[in-house]
């Protein structure tokens, strides 16, 4: 059954980014959009959330919608959108790259990060960086939903399975 649910919200996803991507030229996602697509593939895992949960804006009390998705601010999203993401196992957790092995962590989200590193959704570049500041582009985006709905399912079968 989780199995299909991955199937169903992978299909979910590429339509969303496909359909996203056809309407802008732009390979770049927006904050708005984010909220968006997280909240729909994160549904089944985090019932009822909505973008609201997902997107929290800035000191202002802006949100910014149609402004460029950071990869910091993108990965903190998806850690809402999920209620948090499970402790990684097997090979999930031999690839998680602890949160204090990066050298650019923004100090506004080092907690939620913590648990998307922790997670093994990002790797980085491999020299200590993740580049929290550049632009996510929709590929990226939604390589990082792949992996999150494939780890969440991945750690629901560990659990039934004990």
């Avoid at 506004?108 to 990002?122: M, N, Q, R």
Wanted: aromatic share 8%.
């Amino acid at each position: 059954m989780i199995k299909t649910k991955l199937a169903s919200f992978a299909l979910l996803v590429s339509l969303l980014f496909s359909s996203t991507a056809a309407l802008a030229a732009d390979p770049y996602m927006t904050r708005g959009e984010t909220a968006e697509i997280l909240a729909n593939a994160a549904d089944d895992y985090n019932s009822g959330v909505t973008t609201s949960d997902i997107i929290k804006g800035y000191e202002d009390g802006s949100l910014r919608e149609d402004e460029g998705v950071t990869r910091a601010e993108f990965l903190v999203m998806l850690d809402r959108a999920f209620g948090g993401l499970p402790t990684p196992v097997g090979h999930n957790a031999r690839v998680a790259i602890p949160a204090e092995e990066f050298t650019d962590v923004p100090e506004w989200a080092k907690t939620e990060l913590s648990d998307v590193f922790d997670a093994g959704i990002i790797a980085g570049t491999g020299d200590g960086r993740f580049l929290p500041d550049e632009p996510v582009t929709n590929s990226q985006a939604e390589l990082f939903i792949q992996r999150c709905l494939l780890y969440t399912s991945d750690a629901a079968d560990e659990a039934r399975s004990v």
